[in-house]
């Protein structure tokens, strides 16, 4: 067997942001166990929200052309999906709700093409989430969450690990947390040795 393929997405909107610097050092584990990883910036691609034209209904697939179908190829090549975004007013930011509503082709083609049970079938991928917010609620990720979930299921993946810090808002922040650095090390190690 190869080496792991992982796809992980930045969907912060500073490319030096708090999420961003965890997901580097999620992707430097990742690799350091073997794994081949590509990474995505979404910040410096053109994405359309999903407009509902609903021509994905033909074979699944969006029928919008711009840069949502190289990242909808990658997603569906890998095995794992690591994804990195912001919370903003208690929800995900809007890079990654974007591709996320994009993925309906994907909800499309698995629940009305070829019908399969709602919630049913294999996760033969694994997806690890990482997030960061400014507050301290107690509700600050239940909402991202709860999307990720069920954008990972289109892409039938799991939600193997969630790593959450709340407390970070400006640039930099994160940096004087080693040990949340060191965690999305360990997460992106252990991510890559369980896809093996």
């Known amino acids: 067997m190869g080496a792991p393929f992982i796809t992980a997405i930045h969907a912060s909107p500073r490319r030096a942001g708090n999420t961003s610097t965890l997901l580097?050092?999620?992707?430097?584990?990742?690799?350091?166990?073997g794994a081949r990883v590509e990474e995505v910036f979404?910040?410096?691609?053109?994405?359309s929200p999903c407009l509902e034209l609903?021509?994905?209904?033909?074979d699944g697939r969006c029928v919008i052309k711009d840069d949502f179908q190289a990242v909808h190829d990658l997603m569906l090549a890998s095995q794992g999906l690591m994804l990195a975004a912001p919370i903003f007013f208690y929800g995900?930011?809007?890079?990654?709700?974007?591709?996320m509503d994009?993925?309906?082709?994907?909800?499309?083609?698995?629940?009305?093409?070829e019908k399969q049970p709602f919630g049913g079938g294999a996760k033969t991928k694994k997806g690890l989430?990482?997030?960061v917010g400014a507050t301290k609620g107690a509700k600050l990720f239940d909402g991202a969450l709860t999307s990720v979930r069920y954008f990972l299921d289109v892409l039938d993946a799991e939600l193997w690990q969630s790593l959450l810090y709340r407390g970070l808002d400006l640039e930099g922040d994160v940096l004087a947390y080693p040990q949340y650095l060191a965690e999305a090390r360990q997460a992106g190690a252990d991510l890559a040795l369980n896809l093996l």
């Open 24 to 33: 580097d050092q999620a992707v430097a584990g990742a690799r350091a166990r």
């Open 42 to 47: 979404l910040r410096g691609l053109k994405i």
């Open 54 to 58: 609903y021509g994905c209904k033909q």
């Open 92 to 99: 995900l930011c809007a890079q990654a709700k974007i591709l």
């Open 102 to 113: 994009r993925c309906q082709s994907l909800w499309v083609k698995k629940y009305w093409i």
């Open 129 to 131: 989430f990482i997030s």
